[in-house]
Protein backbone atom coordinates (compact mmCIF):
# COMPACT_ATOMS: atom_id res chain seq x y z
CA UNK A 1 0.00 0.00 0.00
CA UNK A 2 1.59 3.50 -0.81
CA UNK A 3 1.75 5.81 2.11
CA UNK A 4 -0.44 8.49 1.57
CA UNK A 5 1.83 12.02 2.01
CA UNK A 6 -0.09 15.10 3.60
CA UNK A 7 0.97 17.84 1.73
CA UNK A 8 1.31 21.83 1.63
CA UNK A 9 0.95 23.30 -1.70
CA UNK A 10 2.04 26.15 -1.55
CA UNK A 11 0.83 29.14 -4.38
CA UNK A 12 -2.08 26.94 -4.72
CA UNK A 13 -4.93 29.05 -7.37
CA UNK A 14 -8.03 28.34 -7.84
CA UNK A 15 -7.51 29.23 -11.52
CA UNK A 16 -7.81 25.91 -13.54
CA UNK A 17 -5.29 27.01 -16.01
CA UNK A 18 -2.43 26.72 -13.31
CA UNK A 19 -0.09 23.80 -12.46
CA UNK A 20 -0.88 24.21 -8.86
CA UNK A 21 -4.25 24.02 -9.20
CA UNK A 22 -3.56 20.52 -11.27
CA UNK A 23 -1.35 19.12 -8.83
CA UNK A 24 -3.79 20.10 -5.72
CA UNK A 25 -6.42 18.13 -8.14
CA UNK A 26 -4.24 15.19 -8.87
CA UNK A 27 -2.41 14.71 -5.02
CA UNK A 28 -6.15 14.61 -4.07
CA UNK A 29 -7.00 12.14 -6.76
CA UNK A 30 -4.03 9.68 -5.57
CA UNK A 31 -5.59 10.18 -1.51
CA UNK A 32 -2.94 12.39 -0.22
CA UNK A 33 -4.37 14.86 1.92
CA UNK A 34 -3.56 18.51 0.83
CA UNK A 35 -3.56 21.80 2.65
CA UNK A 36 -3.90 24.92 0.27
CA UNK A 37 -1.76 28.25 0.73
CA UNK A 38 -1.95 30.98 -2.00
CA UNK A 39 -2.73 34.66 -2.33
CA UNK A 40 -6.18 34.28 -3.31
CA UNK A 41 -8.96 32.85 -1.67
CA UNK A 42 -10.92 29.91 -3.58
CA UNK A 43 -11.34 26.04 -3.82
CA UNK A 44 -9.81 23.36 -5.44
CA UNK A 45 -11.68 20.39 -4.80
CA UNK A 46 -13.88 21.52 -1.74
CA UNK A 47 -10.45 22.29 0.09
CA UNK A 48 -10.30 25.96 1.26
CA UNK A 49 -7.42 27.94 0.01
CA UNK A 50 -6.12 29.70 3.34
CA UNK A 51 -4.18 33.24 2.66
CA UNK A 52 -2.33 33.21 5.65
CA UNK A 53 0.26 30.60 6.79
CA UNK A 54 -1.35 28.61 9.04
CA UNK A 55 0.28 26.16 11.72
CA UNK A 56 -0.50 23.39 9.77
CA UNK A 57 0.07 19.81 11.44
CA UNK A 58 1.75 16.64 10.40
CA UNK A 59 2.94 18.29 6.94
CA UNK A 60 5.02 15.33 4.92
CA UNK A 61 5.78 17.37 1.34
CA UNK A 62 5.75 20.97 0.81
CA UNK A 63 5.00 21.27 -2.96
CA UNK A 64 6.39 25.04 -3.87
CA UNK A 65 4.78 26.78 -6.87
CA UNK A 66 6.10 30.42 -5.87
CA UNK A 67 9.40 31.46 -7.74
CA UNK A 68 12.76 32.21 -5.70
CA UNK A 69 11.90 35.82 -4.65
CA UNK A 70 8.20 35.24 -3.67
CA UNK A 71 9.23 32.18 -1.19
CA UNK A 72 11.55 34.45 1.20
CA UNK A 73 8.77 35.26 2.78
CA UNK A 74 7.84 32.04 3.54
CA UNK A 75 11.38 30.33 4.95
CA UNK A 76 10.94 30.38 8.47
CA UNK A 77 7.77 29.25 8.07
CA UNK A 78 8.34 26.09 5.72
CA UNK A 79 11.09 25.33 8.57
CA UNK A 80 8.46 25.95 11.30
CA UNK A 81 6.28 23.10 9.72
CA UNK A 82 9.13 20.28 9.65
CA UNK A 83 8.53 18.39 6.75
CA UNK A 84 10.29 15.68 5.44
CA UNK A 85 10.85 17.34 1.72
CA UNK A 86 10.50 19.99 -0.44
CA UNK A 87 9.55 19.69 -4.12
CA UNK A 88 10.30 22.70 -5.83
CA UNK A 89 8.92 22.79 -9.03
CA UNK A 90 9.65 23.64 -12.16
CA UNK A 91 10.52 27.96 -12.46
CA UNK A 92 10.34 27.63 -8.32
CA UNK A 93 14.20 25.92 -8.07
CA UNK A 94 15.84 27.61 -5.18
CA UNK A 95 19.06 26.65 -4.43
CA UNK A 96 20.53 29.11 -1.52
CA UNK A 97 16.79 27.37 0.22
CA UNK A 98 17.13 24.52 -0.36
CA UNK A 99 20.73 24.20 1.18
CA UNK A 100 19.34 25.69 4.36
CA UNK A 101 16.42 22.80 3.92
CA UNK A 102 19.23 20.49 3.53
CA UNK A 103 20.93 21.72 6.33
CA UNK A 104 17.81 21.10 8.83
CA UNK A 105 17.85 17.97 7.38
CA UNK A 106 14.68 18.44 4.70
CA UNK A 107 15.02 16.51 1.89
CA UNK A 108 14.81 18.61 -1.48
CA UNK A 109 13.95 18.03 -4.79
CA UNK A 110 13.65 19.84 -7.75
CA UNK A 111 11.15 17.87 -9.50
CA UNK A 112 7.39 18.04 -10.63
CA UNK A 113 4.86 16.77 -8.64
CA UNK A 114 2.57 16.27 -11.85
CA UNK A 115 5.04 13.83 -12.83
CA UNK A 116 5.89 12.67 -9.80
CA UNK A 117 2.21 11.35 -9.44
CA UNK A 118 2.15 10.14 -12.72
CA UNK A 119 4.61 7.44 -12.65
CA UNK A 120 3.67 6.87 -9.27
CA UNK A 121 7.08 8.45 -7.49
CA UNK A 122 5.59 10.95 -5.26
Excluded: W
Excluded at 19 to 27: D, G, I, K, N, P
Amino acid sequence: MVQKKKTLVLGASPNTERYSFRAATELLHHGHPVELLGVRKGEIGGHNIDTFPNAYSDIHTVTMYLGKNNQVQYYKYILSLRPQRVIFNPGAENDDFCRELTKQNIECINACTLVMLSIRNY
